[in-house]
């Protein structure tokens, strides 16, 4: 099994930042990708960011130039640098890992943008 544990969520005023940071551990054998999804109230959930372990990274038009995922491959963790946050930003965050065919999920974290 693998574990995503996600931190760094929380209420930030239209404007500012935060830094979402998500550790996978348990039966890692060669990750292919990590990245985030978001769930607004009411929304379905959407992909935000993603960084493959080939290629390079991916951003959802919504977040594109606000947003910055990164790898430290090292300790198996994903970060999402949030910049220049929007009250639509409001959403639970989910990081997720794939790995030979199979997807995890973390259990999410709450971003609040507002003022």
């Known amino acids: 099994q693998v574990q995503l544990v996600e931190s760094g969520g929380g209420l930030v005023q239209p404007g500012g930042s935060l830094r979402l940071s998500c550790a996978a551990s348990?039966?890692?054998?060669?990750?292919?990708?990590m990245g985030w999804h978001r769930q607004a109230p009411g929304k379905q959930r959407e992909w935000v960011a993603t960084?493959?372990?080939?290629?390079?990274?991916g951003y959802a038009d919504a977040v594109k130039g606000r947003f910055t995922i990164a790898r430290d491959n090292a300790k198996n963790t994903v970060y999402l640098q949030m910049d220049s946050l929007k009250p639509e930003d409001t959403a639970v965050y989910y990081c997720?890992?794939?790995?030979?065919?199979?997807?995890?999920w973390g259990q999410g974290t709450q971003v609040t943008v507002s003022s």
């Open positions: 997720f890992l794939s790995q030979r065919g199979s997807n995890y």
């Open positions: 348990g039966r890692i054998f060669g990750i292919n990708a």
């Open positions: 960084a493959p372990d080939i290629g390079t990274t």
